[in-house]
């Protein structure tokens, strides 16, 4: 039996004297020990916050997000381990595929959000907003990495997965984490944990973990830290209501098991490709990790002629999935995670058959290569109702295991009411191939879920499936499903950010933000920029350009070339009635010429222009008016080399300012440049491996 020690303060401490035994969830024989009594959570607290947190607030984003690729790619490569410790869970190799390699691909996810986030400690979030008649004040938002900690409480039924999908934000955010698994399956998450201390990629304190009861973990936060919890809403509201979390007003996201549903549309009839995707996707969310997952399908809403057919057709699907050892190779469904589980479920299975009763049962199918009596086996069971909508416990009372309950509909409003009677749910799908029948379900169940997934033949081939939360996505629901959210791509930043207005001169602005803002200084540059390697490229610097007079030649030509023959170029004869005055200049020509005018011919620094972030044609441009462009470094964002052989490049935007005669703008653009490093030499390596 392996005891567990704790990673704390950048040691292993043993662990404590009465370490309690985790047993294999199929052959009842521990598998390791976990006492965290002799933990000193104090200092873990001041670890993180005095060592770690500092550590990553000096990161910038392109930093950190370096950092998540290449912990993911160590991690990867020594993934066999870590399904080999998710076997004693009872998950089988495709159960355990989602905890490791989708908990893995969550960090790459993440890391890959650095293309879209500033060179910076921190973030701009937003656009200015201009605060007075002269423009010398103007305001702003910054979001800095609070000075905090993250602690996150998770669940036993993902430990790597719900582990990686809460770090990977926080310390993307830059603000450290204490890890505290659920005792019962903790041996998975401190297997990882061991490889990532060892693999000396994230810095000293970035990361602790707690194997074993902490009871007075939240005994130690404060309003710098954020805590999150994944488990039952019982448990996540006794949590909530800690009186230092309400004392301190210290974030909390609860993300708690619930009622989730799936809904055969009405046009979904047996013998449609959606008919079978519904059986397909009710019989996955039954034996996936044998339905111990927060998303997993509790009630499936039917109309009541399929009802029978339905049943047939699951039954049909799951007399093909052989259960047992999930080592053993033609097994598809493994075990509950331990025999308190077990009785969990009936517990919860006989409080439904209060009012329910069993449409589709198995009493003790053959097991292969496993044992009734010693493992944590839970046989698939389908619920009914005849009036679900006049039911209580079927919307209330969840088995977090392989059941589920078929209920009939009339009309595809009493499904929604029927989602609704969960009250608030992570997440439901419906399938369907009318698009109105989905338009009308999504906007109408959507007040009640975190996620929907609208499943028909067109996506099926390519969708991840009801019980798949996605890292670009929110993963959270309202009311019984906690309130909160999790990942969803850069949204989840803002847990771990402080929210802060600035108001100032521009130039102020500017200099904080690292952006150019509306109104800041435009120091005019000796040198054209096009002739500057990203190092000397300096935000607010500025080239004006020689000027042009606009013919109708210049217009006639461009049309010609374009093809854009649009009527208040070519024909002033049909402008009667028109904003404009006479034949006026495309808007492309006016961006095309301004290009011509901003660009420096000669080879140098500049390897590319790739494009456009925003454009605006703000005023008419007709002939005989003379324009000019201002070329201004609005932001700049270093690169990393993507292989040893290539150049060290950064991104530099550039504000296209075309004026008239007048000074007034009539069109503006940011392009995007990208421009060669004066210095080759970078710990930003091959592969984006951070030194």
């Given at each position: 039996?392996?005891?567990?020690?704790?990673?704390?303060?950048?040691?292993?401490?043993?662990?404590?004297?009465?370490?309690?035994?985790?047993?294999?969830?199929?052959?009842?024989?521990?598998?390791?020990?976990?006492?965290?009594?002799?933990?000193?959570?104090?200092?873990?607290?001041?670890?993180?916050?005095?060592?770690?947190?500092?550590?990553?607030?000096?990161?910038?984003?392109q930093e950190r997000g370096l950092m998540l690729k290449a912990l993911a790619l160590h991690l990867m490569g020594k993934k066999e381990e870590f399904y080999t410790w998710s076997s004693h869970t009872g998950a089988t190799r495709s159960d355990a595929w989602i905890d490791v390699e989708g908990g893995i691909g969550t960090l790459f996810a993440f890391a890959s959000l650095r293309k879209q986030l500033p060179d910076l400690p921190y973030l701009i979030d937003g656009d200015p907003a201009l605060l007075s008649r002269e423009g010398t004040f103007i305001g702003h938002h910054i979001g800095v990495p609070k000075r905090g900690v993250a602690v996150h409480i998770n669940a036993y039924n993902f430990?790597?997965?719900?582990?990686?999908?809460?770090?990977?934000?926080?310390?993307?955010?830059?603000?450290?984490?204490?890890?505290?698994?659920?005792?019962?399956?903790?041996?998975?998450?401190?297997?990882?944990?061991?490889?990532?201390?060892?693999?000396?990629?994230?810095?000293?304190?970035?990361?602790?973990?707690?194997?074993?009861?902490?009871?007075?973990?939240?005994?130690?936060?404060?309003?710098?830290?954020?805590?999150?919890?994944?488990?039952?809403?019982?448990?996540?509201?006794?949590?909530?209501?800690?009186?230092?979390?309400?004392?301190?007003?210290?974030?909390?996201?609860?993300?708690?098991?619930?009622?989730?549903?799936?809904?055969?549309?009405?046009?979904?009839?047996?013998?449609?490709?959606?008919?079978?995707?519904?059986?397909?996707?009710?019989?996955?969310?039954?034996?996936?990790?044998?339905?111990?997952?927060?998303?997993?399908?509790?009630?499936?809403?039917?109309?009541?002629?399929?009802?029978?057919?339905?049943?047939?057709?699951?039954?049909?699907?799951?007399?093909?999935?052989?259960?047992?050892?999930?080592?053993?190779?033609?097994?598809?469904?493994?075990?509950?995670?331990?025999?308190?589980?077990?009785?969990?479920?009936?517990?919860?299975?006989?409080?439904?058959?209060?009012?329910?009763?069993?449409?589709?049962?198995?009493?003790?199918?053959?097991?292969?290569?496993?044992?009734?009596?010693?493992?944590?086996?839970?046989?698939?069971?389908?619920?009914?109702?005849?009036?679900?909508?006049?039911?209580?416990?079927?919307?209330?009372?969840?088995?977090?295991?392989?059941?589920?309950?078929?209920?009939?509909?009339?009309?595809?409003?009493?499904?929604?009411?029927?989602?609704?009677?969960?009250?608030?749910?992570?997440?439901?799908?419906?399938?369907?191939?009318?698009?109105?029948?989905?338009?009308?379900?999504?906007?109408?169940?959507?007040?009640?879920?975190?996620?929907?997934?609208?499943?028909?033949?067109?996506?099926?081939?390519?969708?991840?499936?009801?019980?798949?939360?996605?890292?670009?996505?929110?993963?959270?629901?309202?009311?019984?499903?906690?309130?909160?959210?999790?990942?969803?791509?850069?949204?989840?930043?803002?847990?771990?950010?402080?929210?802060?207005?600035?108001?100032?001169?521009?130039?102020?602005?500017?200099?904080?933000?690292?952006?150019?803002?509306?109104?800041?200084?435009?120091?005019?540059?000796?040198?054209?920029?096009?002739?500057?390697?990203?190092?000397?490229?300096?935000?607010?610097?500025?080239?004006?350009?020689?000027?042009?007079?606009?013919?109708?030649?210049?217009?006639?030509?461009?049309?010609?070339?374009?093809?854009?023959?649009?009527?208040?170029?070519?024909?002033?004869?049909?402008?009667?009635?028109?904003?404009?005055?006479?034949?006026?200049?495309?808007?492309?020509?006016?961006?095309?010429?301004?290009?011509?005018?901003?660009?420096?011919?000669?080879?140098?620094?500049?390897?590319?222009?790739?494009?456009?972030?925003?454009?605006?044609?703000?005023?008419?441009?007709?002939?005989?008016?003379?324009?000019?462009?201002?070329?201004?470094?609005?932001?700049?964002?270093?690169?990393?080399?993507?292989?040893?052989?290539?150049?060290?490049?950064?991104?530099?935007?550039?504000?296209?300012?075309?004026?008239?005669?007048?000074?007034?703008?009539?069109?503006?653009?940011?392009?995007?440049?990208?421009?060669?490093?004066?210095?080759?030499?970078?710990?930003?390596?091959?592969?984006?491996?951070?030194?």
């Amino acid at each position: 039996m392996r005891l567990l020690d704790n990673y704390i303060a950048g040691q292993w401490i043993p662990a404590g004297p009465s370490p309690t035994p985790l047993l294999d969830a199929v052959t009842g024989v521990p598998v390791a020990g976990a006492d965290a009594s002799n933990v000193d959570l104090a200092r873990a607290f001041d670890h993180a916050r005095g060592c770690g947190n500092p550590a990553l607030r000096r990161m910038t984003f392109q930093e950190r997000g370096l950092m998540l690729k290449a912990l993911a790619l160590h991690l990867m490569g020594k993934k066999e381990e870590f399904y080999t410790w998710s076997s004693h869970t009872g998950a089988t190799r495709s159960d355990a595929w989602i905890d490791v390699e989708g908990g893995i691909g969550t960090l790459f996810a993440f890391a890959s959000l650095r293309k879209q986030l500033p060179d910076l400690p921190y973030l701009i979030d937003g656009d200015p907003a201009l605060l007075s008649r002269e423009g010398t004040f103007i305001g702003h938002h910054i979001g800095v990495p609070k000075r905090g900690v993250a602690v996150h409480i998770n669940a036993y039924n993902f430990p790597i997965w719900g582990m990686l999908e809460k770090i990977s934000v926080n310390l993307l955010a830059g603000v450290p984490a204490i890890v505290k698994p659920a005792t019962l399956t903790s041996y998975v998450a401190h297997a990882m944990v061991k490889e990532i201390v060892a693999s000396g990629i994230l810095p000293e304190g970035a990361l602790q973990l707690v194997c074993g009861g902490a009871r007075d973990i939240l005994d130690h936060v404060g309003f710098e830290d954020v805590v999150t919890f994944t488990g039952s809403a019982e448990t996540g509201l006794k949590l909530k209501s800690h009186p230092r979390v309400l004392s301190e007003n210290v974030p909390f996201n609860l993300e708690a098991d619930s009622l989730n549903s799936l809904v055969l549309g009405p046009d979904a009839k047996p013998g449609t490709p959606e008919f079978d995707l519904f059986i397909k996707e009710l019989r996955k969310e039954m034996t996936i990790k044998c339905g111990q997952r927060c998303t997993a399908v509790r009630r499936a809403m039917v109309p009541a002629d399929c009802v029978e057919a339905v049943r047939d057709a699951l039954k049909g699907q799951l007399d093909r999935t052989p259960m047992g050892n999930p080592t053993h190779e033609k097994v598809r469904m493994g075990a509950l995670a331990g025999l308190d589980q077990r009785m969990e479920v009936q517990r919860a299975v006989a409080e439904l058959e209060q009012e329910a009763e069993t449409l589709l049962s198995y009493e003790s199918p053959a097991l292969l290569d496993a044992d009734w009596g010693t493992g944590a086996f839970y046989a698939p069971r389908l619920l009914t109702h005849p009036r679900p909508l006049d039911a209580v416990k079927i919307h209330e009372v969840e088995p977090f295991g392989p059941v589920s309950s078929l209920l009939p509909y009339d009309r595809i409003e009493d499904a929604i009411a029927m989602t609704h009677m969960g009250k608030g749910s992570l997440c439901c799908s419906i399938v369907t191939a009318k698009s109105a029948i989905a338009r009308q379900f999504v906007v109408e169940a959507a007040t009640h879920h975190g996620r929907i997934l609208v499943l028909n033949a067109a996506c099926a081939k390519e969708s991840t499936g009801h019980g798949s939360p996605m890292p670009q996505l929110v993963h959270g629901g309202p009311g019984r499903a906690g309130g909160g959210e999790e990942m969803g791509g850069l949204r989840g930043l803002g847990h771990y950010l402080q929210r802060t207005a600035i108001q100032g001169h521009p130039d102020m602005v500017t200099e904080i933000t690292q952006r150019h803002q509306p109104g800041a200084s435009r120091p005019e540059s000796a040198v054209h920029p096009f002739r500057l390697h990203f190092e000397d490229q300096q935000i607010g610097m500025t080239f004006t350009t020689h000027r042009h007079t606009v013919t109708e030649a210049d217009i006639v030509n461009f049309a010609n070339v374009s093809g854009d023959h649009f009527y208040a170029h070519v024909d002033e004869t049909s402008l009667e009635g028109t904003i404009f005055e006479g034949r006026v200049a495309h808007g492309y020509w006016v961006l095309s010429k301004a290009a011509g005018m901003f660009v420096a011919p000669h080879k140098g620094p500049v390897l590319l222009n790739y494009g456009l972030e925003s454009c605006r044609f703000t005023k008419p441009v007709y002939p005989g008016m003379t324009i000019g462009v201002k070329l201004t470094v609005e932001e700049k964002v270093q690169q990393e080399k993507r292989s040893a052989d290539d150049i060290l490049k950064g991104i530099v935007k550039f504000k296209v300012d075309v004026t008239d005669g007048s000074g007034e703008t009539v069109a503006i653009a940011t392009i995007l440049t990208m421009v060669a490093n004066k210095n080759q030499d970078s710990d930003l390596g091959a592969g984006g491996e951070a030194a």
